[in-house]
């Protein structure tokens, strides 16, 4: 499969978002994989850190379960690698994983092969200290109804799912040529992106033990990401401004089985034009020339020539 036309910006953020909240989810499992470069020519290629994957599981891609690489790794064409570090995207039991388990990585990675395998069990993963129990990257939750929504998303009591709101320019559509602060370079603009993170409780103790699980979710949340510029694994959350600002949180709804909590916020990223479809000669040489006029008789009456050089370009 080869590699994205346009990176997925959106789908990015949102993992790294939810990366930040990994101290709060239980301790993350490590381990190395074995890859593979693909066979060609040229310098060795770079596995970069945050390398999304997914791991392959009784037959099934398990996207809720996401891993990255922990950093850079250089691999030589047509060579295999084995013992890239990996973990977690979150923490928790569930992500250990045998010896043996393919990844794929999500999206692919140009120059290497699509998948790769797990050298040895994992067992580093585990529950202990964790307030949040699953997280999710979803489409939209119904507040009203929310039952499917979390199933589909395979969130439970005292999971959080991060939803994308918008996008929007920085500082709202604006009239006038120069876009006013909108405009960061003449190839790139300031852009808000926009998520609804909701928490959700269904502890069966009543109405105290939910609220309180809701609230002090919520103030989690709140705390972990407030004001982060990037996540603790280096990943950038907001390129500009004072990173990620909290905009509003309330009880979005209530049914017999949920109390959903939702913490809205916003980051401000660069977006750049990628693509130039212009093409240019090649730049070979320069030619410098030069003449002063000639004067009127008995003056000489031919242009006088200063400079004639041909430089040839690097």
Same mark, same amino acid.
């Given at each position: 499969?080869?590699?994205?036309?346009?990176?997925?910006?959106?789908?990015?953020?949102? =993992?790294? +978002?939810?990366?930040?909240?990994?101290?709060?989810?239980?301790?993350? %499992?490590?381990?190395?994989?074995?890859?593979?470069?693909?066979?060609?020519?040229? @310098?060795?290629?770079?596995?970069?850190?945050?390398?999304?994957?997914?791991?392959?599981?009784?037959?099934?891609?398990?996207?809720?379960?996401?891993?990255?690489?922990?950093?850079? *790794?250089? &691999?030589?064409?047509?060579?295999?690698?084995?013992?890239?570090?990996?973990?977690?995207?979150?923490?928790?039991?569930?992500?250990?994983?045998?010896?043996?388990?393919?990844? !794929?990585?999500?999206?692919?990675?140009?120059?290497? %092969?699509? #998948?790769?395998?797990?050298?040895?069990?994992? #067992?580093?993963?585990? $529950?202990?200290?964790?307030?949040?129990?699953?997280?999710? &990257?979803?489409?939209?939750l119904d507040s009203? $109804?929310?039952? $499917?929504?979390?199933?589909?998303?395979?969130?439970?009591?005292?999971?959080?799912? +991060?939803? *994308?709101?918008?996008?929007?320019?920085?500082?709202?559509?604006?009239?006038? +040529?120069?876009?006013?602060?909108? =405009? %960061?370079?003449?190839?790139? =603009?300031? *852009? =808000?992106?926009?998520?609804?993170?909701?928490?959700?409780?269904? !502890?069966?103790?009543?109405?105290?033990?939910?609220?309180?699980?809701?609230?002090?979710?919520?103030?989690?949340?709140?705390?972990?990401?407030?004001?982060?510029?990037?996540?603790?694994?280096?990943?950038?959350?907001?390129?500009?401004?004072?990173?990620?600002?909290?905009?509003?949180?309330?009880?979005?709804?209530?049914?017999?089985?949920?109390?959903?909590?939702?913490?809205?916020?916003?980051? $401000?990223? #660069?977006?750049?034009?990628?693509?130039?479809?212009?093409?240019?000669?090649?730049?070979?040489?320069?030619?410098?020339?030069?003449?002063?006029?000639?004067?009127?008789?008995?003056?000489?009456?031919? @242009?006088l020539e200063v400079?004639?050089?041909? @430089?040839?370009?690097?």
């Open positions: 499969m080869a590699a994205p036309f346009f990176p997925n910006t959106i789908e990015r953020l949102g =993992r790294a +978002l939810l990366a930040q909240l990994a101290s709060a989810t239980g301790e993350r %499992a490590v381990g190395t994989i074995t890859v593979a470069a693909l066979a060609g020519v040229g @310098d060795p290629l770079e596995l970069p850190a945050n390398t999304y994957m997914m791991p392959v599981v009784d037959g099934q891609l398990r996207d809720d379960l996401l891993f990255k690489t922990a950093n850079a *790794w250089t &691999v030589a064409r047509g060579a295999t690698e084995s013992g890239v570090g990996i973990k977690s995207n979150v923490g928790g039991a569930r992500h250990n994983l045998p010896a043996g388990t393919l990844f !794929r990585f999500n999206p692919p990675i140009e120059g290497f %092969a699509a #998948t790769a395998t797990l050298d040895a069990s994992m #067992t580093s993963g585990s $529950n202990e200290g964790q307030l949040i129990r699953s997280v999710a &990257v979803y489409e939209e009203a $109804n929310p039952d $499917n929504d979390l199933f589909a998303a395979k969130v439970g009591d005292r999971g959080v799912m +991060l939803i *994308w709101s918008q996008s929007e320019p920085v500082e709202g559509a604006m009239g006038g +040529l120069r876009q006013g602060a909108n =405009r %960061a370079t003449r190839s790139s =603009r300031f *852009w =808000r992106e926009s998520f609804v993170i909701y928490v959700v409780v269904s !502890r069966l103790t009543g109405d105290s033990a939910r609220r309180q699980d809701g609230q002090m979710l919520m103030a989690t949340v709140t705390g972990l990401l407030t004001d982060r510029m990037q996540n603790d694994d280096g990943e950038q959350l907001s390129s500009v401004g004072s990173g990620v600002e909290i905009t509003h949180r309330a009880r979005l709804g209530r049914s017999a089985n949920h109390y959903i909590y939702g913490v809205q916020l916003r980051v $401000n990223q #660069t977006l750049e034009a990628r693509i130039d479809a212009r093409t240019f000669a090649p730049w070979l040489r320069t030619n410098y020339t030069g003449a002063l006029p000639g004067r009127d008789a008995p003056e000489p009456i031919q @242009d400079v004639d050089a041909t @430089d040839p370009m690097p």
